[in-house]
T-cell receptor, first 113, second 110 residues
Framework: NAGVTQTPKFQVLKTGQSMTLQCAQD?????MYWYRQDPGMGLRLIYY???????DKGEVPNGYNVSRLNKREFSLRLESAAPSQTSVYFC????????????FGSGTQLSVL | AQRVTQPEKLLSVFKGAPVELKCNYS??????LFWYVQYSRQRLQLLLR??SRESIKGFTADLNKGETSFHLKKPFAQEEDSAMYYC????????????FGKGTKLSVKP
């Protein structure tokens, strides 16, 4: 049982490049989330998907887009990467939007030069 | 506004000393609060939830509605407790699911 799987684990981009972070969960969870973790800022919600077919902005959505491809997969896209997007990105899932137990992926460390 | 505040970025204690990680919240309704922990090289995971009134790894947390606090406590810290701790509030609406504080890094020295 893999839980929440994120790829890639590490990525270095140049300013202006684009990339997609992939996330998949095998727990049949309805809700999925993308967070970024920055020193001194903690975890900030970028986007979330309460259920398949829906997505909503979180606290810091600018510069990102998401796709809930199906119930299992929720991707995060950076269209034109900026140095301010250097961060550790975490995908998470939960049984439902009102469930407090989130299951997290292992994170993607992204550096934008 | 729904908000979680962890005033300490870093808390350093010696092994065997008591530890208290502070968390204050702002929420108009009846809050549901949690502590998440991230050990080095491990995934963020749920430590405990206030509704369970449980003790996990010797940690407890009491919800104080009068002081709008949910501090995490342990009477005798261990080196393996060194980690990043996040207090979280079950929100909703435009803020999604859990609202996290900025986290407190606990360092337990031998």
């Amino acid at each position: 049982n893999a839980g929440v799987t994120q790829t890639p684990k590490f990525q270095v981009l140049k300013t202006g490049q684009s990339m997609t972070l992939q996330c998949a969960q095998d727990m049949n969870h309805n809700s999925m989330y993308w967070y970024r973790q920055d020193p001194g800022m903690g975890l900030r919600l970028i986007y979330y998907s309460a259920s398949e077919g829906t997505t909503d902005k979180g606290e810091v959505p600018n510069g990102y887009n998401v796709s809930r491809l199906n119930k299992r997969e929720f991707s995060l896209r950076l269209e034109s990467a900026a140095p301010s997007q250097t961060s550790v990105y975490f995908c998470a899932s939960s049984a439902g939007i009102s469930y407090e137990k989130l299951f997290f992926g292992s994170g993607t460390q992204l550096s934008v030069l | 506004a729904q908000r979680v505040t962890q005033p300490e970025k870093l808390l350093s204690v010696f092994k065997g000393a008591p530890v208290e990680l502070k968390c204050n919240y702002s929420y108009s309704g009846s809050p549901e609060l949690f502590w998440y922990v991230q050990y080095s090289r491990q995934r963020l995971q749920l430590l405990l939830r206030h509704i369970s009134r449980e003790s996990i790894k010797g940690f407890t947390a009491d919800l104080n509605k009068g002081e709008t606090s949910f501090h995490l406590k342990k009477p005798f810290a261990q080196e393996e407790d060194s980690a990043m701790y996040y207090c979280a509030l079950l929100g909703g609406g435009s803020q999604g699911n859990l609202i996290f504080g900025k986290g407190t890094k606990l360092s337990v020295k031998p």
